[in-house]
């Protein structure tokens, strides 16, 4: 072979790789040490496995920051090539509009319907039976963390539920504890609200007002005693003046709070902090009433850019996501569950198993993001942090007004 | 072209140039007007465009994406029957009545002060107005860590000995307004301060004299002499502390997000919560077009009687 055919040649190659190598950028909000770790598991992947390279396009300062600029970015005609979002209803006038690429193909080529666990993760990337998003992963509302040195400290057992909770109280009380840490975000007192009235409203009822907006449900009985509950908690938090999350986890971990009510991702700062599930703090599902979690998380959605080879690339991507040592690296960083059942991530403690032993039970509800638009989330975080901050709003207005809103939705 | 035929027209006939003159007067400054053409495009379609699309879009039930979907006056009767906007309205009500009544003062204090012939005037000046040069942002960020009751205010007194100490506004839901109010107030009030300083400046030395010829006391000449003639100078003032109360949000957003509860929401963080928190524009935009009546309502009688008048007299 001559030089000029070599050079020619390599010239052909490079040119065939130009045509199908694309530069793909992502857009996200991950941007905390673990969740940028997660996030550079997929990256890593795509770089490794594909000829395709990762344009990390992390935008700072959570969804409500971040979402409104990919939207602004797919509405200008420069959409990125993937972009996160929450499961549900958040990207779904996207979807209406035909922005989203649909993923159809891929799923029944992956055989996604078979393997994400729970179905209604895949549900939630539904729209009119087709496939618009790609799970990544599982993140939970329904736990409450406690410190067991608190509730030594108290003189009291450490409770195995809501119930046993509230009578150690006045012992927590008496010892100079906040028996319970909650933020001054809204979303944090809307998020634990979920959980009381899962746990004490029950499944049934929760789903009666979350998914078919009974409004009567949400005026009677059953809902009258969550609102007390969340009164009692209201009084139970005194004294804590945090407003993120992770300071109110703080509270716990340094054992002058003695128990918050806060999503999965909490028990990344307990490990951050050297703690040991079980010796230094314990979790209860559900409040320790119900067995169950609830499965909201995080999806990938891919616009529509009308070029084909864009479009094969998009589609690879979203294959990769979901494989199973994607899955593996991404949720053992990130400290989520996976979204198919049947990998083992690489380090698993007590509260982690608990988790996925009630998703390999199937006990699991949709999350809210899945079941409420976000207008409908809005208008709840907003009732709910009132309440939480007007001493004088009693259970009964506030419960009221939250039927109100139902009804709106519905 | 048109102006090179006027004026061809206007050297040969000069009976012809007095019926010519009139259309003409379009012409008169050309480049000056030409010059300006882009600003008024911009003004009428971005302002005006952006402010009707807007308000007729509030009558839609827009969500994440506008769309044609009338509803009437859905929106707004949410928005008033919502306890979150009712609190914004307030809030913003106290906050710029506060705000405009202290800026005034204190930045007329202050420079009034300053113009004293006192020493290390220049030093003070900067000190003063060194805040504006921070954005609401900063600022909020360091007056919620002035104000936090552990390493704040509240905590170093407590340090000192005064066990009982209590200065917690923004964790309390009475009092959170004035805890931005007092942001607000240090970021705002240099910038105030310097513009009388330079109308005290622009009052001519004579009237002074004069004044203390008459035996007329310093206070007295300040507030009946000095306070009239500087009248243009208050309306700038006015206008700017006006138009940084309405569009108050970063400050929130930084200091307090809020809180506690909704004791601290503005309008403008409504909007902004409804739009793109709630994907739900339609509700932003009515609480915007309302905002913007309200602006109307206020400001363009007074602006009117201020501006308008002065041009015919």
Not at chain 1, 40 to 50: G, H, I, P, V, Y
Request: with cysteine; net charge negative; charged share 15%.
């Amino acid at each position: 072979m001559t030089l000029k055919t070599k050079l020619l040649a390599a010239t052909a190659i490079c040119a065939a790789g130009a045509v199908h190598a694309e530069e793909m950028e992502v857009m996200h909000w991950w941007t905390s040490g673990g969740e940028a770790a997660a996030v550079s598991e997929f990256a890593k992947a795509l770089n490794e496995r594909t000829d395709h390279t990762w344009i990390d396009g992390a935008i700072a300062g959570g969804g409500d920051t971040a979402r409104p600029v990919m939207v602004s970015r797919i509405l200008g005609g420069d959409p990125p090539a993937a972009f996160q979002f929450n499961h549900g209803l958040q990207a779904q006038e996207l979807i209406e509009a035909g922005l989203m690429l649909d993923l159809t193909d891929v799923a029944e080529a992956e055989g996604w319907t078979d393997i994400v666990n729970p179905p209604s993760l895949l549900d939630a990337c539904t729209y009119e039976g087709r496939i618009y998003c790609a799970p990544v992963n599982i993140h939970s509302w329904q736990w409450m963390w406690l410190s067991n040195d608190a509730f030594e400290q108290a003189g009291v057992e450490v409770p195995e539920s809501w119930t046993e909770f509230t009578e150690a109280v006045p012992a927590l009380q008496e010892a100079g504890i906040t028996p319970l840490a909650v933020g001054g975000q809204s979303w944090q007192q809307n998020g634990m609200f979920g959980v009381m009235a899962i746990a004490l409203a029950g499944q049934e009822d929760w789903l009666a007002v979350n998914r078919d907006k009974n409004a009567e449900v949400a005026r009677g009985e059953s809902y009258a005693r969550v609102f007390q509950a969340f009164a009692d908690a209201r009084d139970w938090s005194d004294g804590l003046d945090v407003q993120d999350w992770n300071q109110a986890t703080n509270a716990v971990i340094e054992d002058t709070a003695a128990a918050q009510i806060m999503g999965d991702w909490a028990q990344g700062e307990f490990a951050v902090a050297g703690e040991t599930a079980g010796e230094d703090y314990s979790c209860l599902p559900g409040l320790g009433e119900v067995a169950i979690l609830d499965t909201g998380g995080d999806a990938f959605y891919f616009p529509v850019t009308g070029d084909p080879d864009m479009e094969a690339a998009q589609k690879e991507l979203a294959a990769l996501l979901l494989s199973p040592e994607v899955q593996v690296a991404f949720n053992s960083a990130k400290g989520s569950l996976p979204i198919r059942g049947d990998v083992d991530l690489t380090t698993v403690n007590e509260c982690t198993q608990k988790g996925l032993d009630l998703l390999a039970n199937n006990q699991t509800l949709p999350s809210g993001n899945q079941l409420l638009s976000p207008d409908t989330t809005t208008q709840l975080n907003d009732l709910m942090t009132e309440f939480w901050n007007t001493p004088s709003m009693t259970a009964e207005e506030a419960q009221e007004r939250y039927a109100q809103i139902i009804e709106s939705a519905g | 072209m048109a102006v090179a035929s006027d004026e061809g027209r206007v050297s040969t006939s000069r009976t012809e140039t007095a019926q010519a003159r009139r259309p003409v007067r379009l012409f008169r400054n050309l480049m000056s007007k030409i010059a300006l053409t882009p600003m008024i495009l911009t003004a009428v379609v971005v302002f005006f465009g952006g402010t009707i699309w807007t308000v007729v879009y509030s009558f839609t039930s827009s969500g994440l994406l506008p769309r044609m979907n009338w509803v009437g006056l859905d929106q707004y009767e949410r928005l008033w029957s919502t306890a979150k906007w009712l609190v914004s309205i307030q809030n913003l009500a106290l906050y710029g009545i506060l705000s405009l009544v202290f800026t005034l003062v204190i930045g007329f204090v202050l420079a009034a002060l300053l113009d004293r012939k006192i020493r290390f005037e220049d030093t003070f000046r900067t000190i003063f107005l060194y805040p504006f040069a921070l954005s609401f942002i900063v600022t909020g960020l360091i007056w919620q860590w002035i104000l936090n009751p552990d390493f704040g205010i509240q905590g170093i007194v407590r340090d000192m000995g005064w066990e009982s100490f209590t200065f917690n506004p923004l964790n309390d839901p009475d009092i959170v307004m004035y805890g931005l109010l007092i942001a607000g107030l240090w970021q705002g009030t240099g910038l105030i301060m310097c513009i009388m300083l330079a109308g005290l400046r622009g009052i001519d030395e004579d009237i002074w004299k004069a004044a203390r010829v008459d035996g007329i006391g310093t206070v007295k000449t300040y507030v009946r002499i000095i306070i009239p003639m500087m009248r243009p100078v208050f309306v700038t003032a006015v206008v700017l502390i006006t138009s940084g109360i309405i569009k108050l949000y970063d400050l929130v957003v930084a200091q307090t997000s809020g809180g506690p509860g909704i004791s601290s929401e503005v309008p403008a963080k409504y909007v902004m919560q409804a739009m793109f928190g709630g994907q739900n524009l339609g509700q932003g935009f009515a609480a915007s077009t309302m905002m913007l009546l309200s602006v109307v309502i206020i400001l363009v009688p007074w602006a009117l009687l201020e501006f308008g008048g002065r041009k015919r007299g």
